[in-house]
């Protein structure tokens, strides 16, 4: 049982219930039937005067024994990591990866406090993600790993190249994100070698260009389906009960992930281990080729696995609010607004509705990758408009602009949505 809101406000706080069975975690119907069953229990303890204490303010910490009966060997010895716990849960992991044999110094907020001196743990996060490349640069880290408050999900910044210094030393450099689409990218490399042909599921909003990279340069399948990790678990779950394929990885682009071999447990740590042993595989391979060669050999940076990753310049997420703050109301429009958008793309130019998507509507705006998703958000009265294209101009010649019009031409939707994101962004004013 974890008591989490995760990266929301501390008045979202809930549990989250995990269990041998359940896999990813309980769905509705279980969960329905726990409170039902705890219902009864509870009643019980309570006419015997007997209700269990409770912790106080204070987090439980149940980490103290974790390493009794490991195994000592040190896969990561030699590697410099960074490890961003952003005083959340996961500061446990530095205390493992320090077992494993890396060099963790460079390591930040990896003591919990559930005030989030530093700001809130998400590795979406501009500001984390800019923290972390700092620690990993003055570190000369070979990884650096961000979780989120719970530790459910995982972002990485990795440097772009490998320097040999005069004296012979090995330096990392030019760091960037390895997230989103690129952390999934790097997934499918692991297990298409772990598990050649297997299937990805993920979240709606994942790019063209990382469905070919999974499907024609891997040889997997890619399944795109809903937002929220609880859907993308249960499709993969779904997948492999039904025999349908061998789903192994169920990941969103915001760093939640479940891997069937770890039982669909939604695990940011456990995506880092995952990572680290291809980092370490990778290191050893390079040490073994230098050792039989004339002139040395700089190892491969884990961007290099997954350089033939088709990526655009410009991605926008747009969040566009009902102006009376309903969420009937963004429900009753938004079907309204999919099907005005499905009727334009029969005479706007470059535009395609891709109808093997899920979730929302999601449209083909350009031949190398570019589309747009309008979804609604899994949580509040707002719709969710990704964009991906070619670079700004394009985006606002494509998208921003024929979207604009369309909705400013519709008195439904015009007095309804807040439009001034996108009002803004067309203007060049954000």
Known sequence: VMVTASHLPGDRNGFKFFSKHAGGGFNKAQIHQMIGIAQEHSQVWFDRGALPSTSGTN??????????????TLPLEGLKIVLNAGNGSGGFFRQVLEDLGANVDGSLHTTPDSSFPNGIPNPEYDEMIQETVSACEDAHADLGILLDTDADRCGMVAPRTYQRLENGTIRPTGYEPLNRNRLIALMG??????????????DSVTSTGLS??????????????????????????????????????????????AVKENGFLDDGTFTAVKVLGLLAQERRKASHEESTSSSPVPPKSLLDLISSLQELDEVMEFRLEVLDGGLESMIGLFDFVALEIDALCEVQKGWKVDHDNLEGIRVETDPDGGFFLLRKSLHDPVMCLQVEANSRESAKQSVIDPLLGLFQSQPRIAQTLDLSALELYSLGKN
Do not use: W
Request: negative net charge; aromatic residues 6%.
């Open 59 to 72: 987090g439980v910490f149940c980490s103290e024994d974790s390493n009794e009966n490991v195994d000592h």
């Open 189 to 202: 490399v692991i297990y298409s070698q772990q598990s050649p042909g297997c299937a990805i599921v993920t």
């Open 212 to 257: 070919k990279f999974l499907e024609q340069d891997l040889g997997l399948k890619h399944v795109r389906f809903l937002r929220g990790y609880a859907n993308v678990i249960s499709k993969a779950q779904t997948l492999n009960e039904q025999q349908l394929m061998n789903a192994e990885v169920a990941i969103e682009t915001s760093g939640h992930c």
